[in-house]
Each structure stands twice: as structure tokens, then as C-alpha cells.
């Protein structure tokens, strides 16, 4: 039956050499962990993956309670938090994954560095995994105004500060962050915005780029 | 599209190619030592490191809450903000002399700058063919010392948050939720008089009912201090944390204070 459907499939859309190209790719003994313990080193990427998997989707969620204005947005994380079934463990995820992710991926970071990995063919796929880097920096700092509590409200204004004191780009910098004079209303959608559009799409963009090259180039040699 | 021969056939009008591939892996037995394929051998290994950590994350996760400190308060002048943890060790080095003030534009543009542009471009400072870090001491050793730097920092700021406010340490940004500052335990059955209440200022930070908060418990402050004494602290401020001014109308400061050092 699956087989039927599958091969019905296969007829209209040729799927076998996209579905082969993705499941035939070697995978060389000192990588595996199974083979060698110490190849617990390349794991790191592979679960940077899989918490950006764990981020999305709790974030997904989160967004079908959080209301990003600055008069609902600390009741409504505070309801998330404390009345929503299961609310506080989705907030949790998202919150305790953003630093776990930030973690995998310094560790995965020091990984491609320290078995020279960047080196030619793969300096590309160095620079847009480094790109992907200051994104989740950038997702990290956006998303930590957004329950909107003193911390938080706090936090952005020294960011913003900081920001502030950069010479001649830094007051545009943060005129286009806060959208005005103060850390307000403005500030808190345009934040939303920027988490929860414009980086995730540019996220998303640099992980495909980062996958096709790794796939393309295959995974660097034993040292 | 890649070329098709000339007798290629195609299914109906469409460009799919009739001639079917067969779904089946090739063997890896001309693949150097063990190497396997990655569906299904090696996803399955990942998956379960995955498995692994998710219980991992999620234990964490269930045993700490996520903090959520007090409503953002742009007049709450005593709050000491503090960044996410891996911001720390930027935010530590512009606290230093050479990176402050005049030097500021070094803290910001030139150190962070040169650390990440030059990560970005390490494919093209270090271009040699040695790939073990053993073998390119420059680079491994521009890293190591990076690193120490940046634990260093990270430490650093977090240390010197904890020793200049202890009290606020937990509802900082590395923090875990809003604690009492409170030196005596709150007592959950005390409400306060309407005089108190009146005071958002003040319970900002000390409490509906004086239970504490960022700022000390003062249910029993009348113990410490007397009137003129609590006046004057709500007028002028009290090291570090609490802010003066607050209530501009003297009367006002009056009646509370002497509510205040009722409180035994």
C-alpha cells in the first residue's frame, strides 16, 4: 500500500533521486560517535539543529498567546506562564533553548575551528555559519525585551545605550530599534517584528545555504 | 535542467523522465574504514543523542521556571539591568577605563571589531593547508586567548553584579525569578494600611505589602527606624538601592513615615 502510494508518486514528480541524494550521504567513521567516543565533537552542529527545531515551535506556540503590546504583553506572558496548561514548560523551552542553543553553537563554533575545517574548499560555508552566528545573537537580543518585565525592559535600554554610542551609524541604529526617543510602545513591536520575522526568514535562509554547501562539499576529513 | 538525451521519454506532456531510478542504497563497502550511510544507520544514532539531551532540556527546563521579574517600570530608578548572560562579557569590558568615556568608541567598534571580524575571515588570515591546531600556534593561540578572555569577562561581570547587589542578583538578567530582598522572611498575612497602598513607587520595589521585593521587607521597619528617620530616607534616599524624591508632597511623607514606625 505505501509502496503503491509512493511509487503513484514517483511517477508524477521523479522524488527517488531527491529522497536517494538525501538519505545516501556517507556519513566517514571519525565522525560517528559510535566508532570513535571523542566524535561526540561533531554532534554539537547536529543539536544546534535540533534546539533551532525546539525554538521555532515553542515560539510558535508562545505567539498563540503573547500579545506584543506593551500594555498586554507582561499579563499575557505572566497568564502564559502561570494559568496556560503546559504554559510554563513551552515559555521554559523557549527561554532555557536560547541559551542552550547560543551553547551548541560557541561549541560547534570551536569544533569547525579547532580541526581547521574553514579552510579552503569550505571558507563559504564558514562566513554564512559566523552570519547565522550574529543572528542568533541579534534573535537573542530582540527576544529578551519581549516579556516586557524590568529585566528585560532594562536590559534593551543599556543594549540600546550601547548601541547609541557608536559613532555615526549608532543613533540610526538605535532611532531604527526603538522606533522613537524612548524604549516604548514602538520599541516593543518592533522587536516582535524583528524576532519574529525578519531574523527567523533570515535564519532560515543562511541554515538552508549552510546545509547545500555541507551536503555539496561533504564533511571535512580526519585530521 | 540537465540535459536529456534525444530518446528520452517522459511521462505525458510533463518533464518528469519516465525511466525510473530503483529506491535502493548503494553499498559502502568501497567507502574507507567504517563508514556508513546516513539514513537510516547514522540518523538513528543522532536521534538518540537527541533523545538524550531533550531529557535533558526538558529536566531543566521543569526544575526552573523561567523568570519573570515585575511589569517593566521605566521610573523604577533602583532596577540594576543586567544583559542575557552571553552578552556579559561585552557588556564587563566597557565598564573598563580604556574602553569608557573617551574610550568608548574602542569598547564598541575596535575590539569587538577586529575579535569578530577576523573571525569572520579566518579562512582568509589563516590559509595554510595544516588543518591540526597544533600546527597553526597563531591561530590556536589567538582563540585560546580569546576564550579566556571571554570566560574571564563573563565571570567578571557577573561576580562584581553579585558583590555590588546582592540582593537584586537574582532578578538580574542571569537570574532566576524576583527573590525577597527581604533580611526578615515575609509574613504572607500582613496587609498593609491604605496609606501605604496609595504609594505605587513604593511598592514597585518594596511590596503590596511591604513583603520586599527588589527592595527590602518593611514590615517590621518601625523596629529600625523611627518617623523622622524613615521621613527623611523617602526623602533624600538610602544607599544603594532606594531612590529619594519619590513623593513630592511633605505631608504625605509625614503621615506614612509615622504610619511606618508603628510597624513593630
Known amino acids: 500500500m505505501l509502496q503503491k502510494m509512493y511509487d503513484w508518486v514517483d511517477e508524477r514528480l521523479n522524488i527517488t533521486p531527491m529522497w536517494r541524494d538525501l538519505a545516501d550521504h556517507e556519513v566517514p567513521e571519525h565522525v560517528n560517535p559510535a566508532h570513535h567516543f571523542s566524535a561526540f ?14 525554538q521555532i515551535l515553542s515560539g510558535m506556540f508562545l505567539t498563540m498567546y503573547y500579545v506584543p503590546d506593551i500594555i498586554n504583553a507582561y499579563e499575557s506572558v505572566k497568564y502564559l506562564q502561570n494559568e496556560v496548561a503546559f504554559g510554563v514548560i513551552v515559555r521554559g ?21 579547532f580541526t581547521g575545517a574553514y579552510k579552503k574548499p569550505r571558507e563559504l560555508n564558514w562566513v554564512v555559519g559566523m552570519l547565522i552566528f550574529f543572528v542568533m545573537l541579534g534573535l537573542g537580543f530582540t527576544g529578551y525585551l519581549l516579556p516586557w518585565d524590568n529585566t528585560a525592559y532594562f536590559a534593551t535600554k543599556v543594549g540600546l ?17 526603538t522606533g522613537g526617543e524612548i524604549v516604548g510602545a514602538q520599541t516593543l513591536s518592533r522587536f516582535f517584528a524583528i524576532h519574529v520575522f525578519f531574523l527567523p526568514g533570515a535564519l532560515l535562509g543562511l541554515l538552508g545555504a549552510h546545509f547545500v554547501m555541507i ?3 561533504g564533511i571535512s576529513g580526519p585530521l | 535542467m540537465a540535459k536529456q538525451e534525444k530518446d528520452a521519454t517522459f ?16 553499498s559502502y563497502s568501497d567507502f574507507p574504514g567504517k563508514t556508513e550511510p546516513f539514513w537510516p544507520n547514522f540518523l538513528l544514532k543522532e536521534w538518540m543523542v537527541a533523545a538524550v539531551c531533550l531529557v535533558g532540556f526538558l529536566v531543566l527546563t521543569v526544575s526552573h521556571p523561567s523568570p519573570l521579574t515585575d511589569k517593566a517600570n521605566p521610573n523604577d530608578t533602583s532596577f540594576v539591568p543586567l544583559p542575557d548572560w552571553y552578552f556579559l562579557f561585552l557588556y564587563q569590558m ?16 575596535v575590539v569587538p571589531g577586529v575579535a569578530f571580524g577576523a573571525l569572520l575571515l579566518a579562512p582568509w588570515l589563516d590559509t595554510s593547508k595544516e588543518r591540526r591546531p597544533s600546527k597553526r600556534p597563531v591561530a590556536t593561540g589567538l582563540m585560546m586567548t580569546a576564550l579566556v578572555g571571554i570566560f574571564y569577562l563573563t565571570w567578571a561581570a557577573d561576580h562584581e553584579h553579585s558583590l555590588n547587589h546582592p540582593s537584586s542578583k537574582d532578578s538580574g538578567g542571569a537570574g532566576h525569578g524576583s527573590s525577597a530582598a527581604a533580611p526578615a522572611p515575609a509574613d504572607s498575612s500582613f496587609t498593609a494600611d491604605a496609606v501605604w497602598k496609595a504609594q505605587t513607587s513604593c511598592m514597585g520595589c518594596h511590596g503590596k505589602n511591604m513583603e520586599g521585593g527588589m527592595g527590602p521587607n518593611l514590615q517590621k521597619i ?9 521621613a527623611d530616607i523617602i526623602k533624600n534616599g538610602k544607599a544603594p538601592g532606594m531612590p529619594g524624591g519619590l513623593i513630592k508632597d511633605d505631608a504625605e511623607i509625614a503621615k506614612l513615615a509615622e504610619y511606618m514606625a508603628t510597624l513593630k
Open chain 2, 222 to 230: 518601625g523596629e529600625k527606624y523611627d518617623a523622622t528617620q524613615i
Open chain 1, 161 to 177: 545605550e550601547i548601541a547609541n554610542s557608536v559613532p555615526i551609524i549608532g543613533p540610526y541604529a538605535k532611532t531604527l530599534l
Open chain 1, 215 to 217: 551536503r555539496s562539499q
Open chain 2, 94 to 109: 566597557l565598564k573598563y577605563p580604556w574602553a569608557a568615556g573617551d574610550w568608548v568608541v574602542f569598547g564598541t567598534i
Open chain 1, 93 to 113: 523551552m523557549h527561554h532555557w533553548g536560547a541559551s542552550l542553543v547560543i551553547v551548541m553553537m560557541f561549541l560547534h563554533t570551536l569544533r569547525v575551528f
Open chain 1, 41 to 54: 565533537v561533531y554532534c554539537f552542529g547536529g543539536l544546534t539543529f535540533f534546539i533551532t527545531v525546539i
Open chain 2, 11 to 26: 511521462v505525458g506532456d510533463s518533464r518528469v523522465s519516465a525511466k525510473r531510478i530503483p529506491n535502493i542504497s548503494p
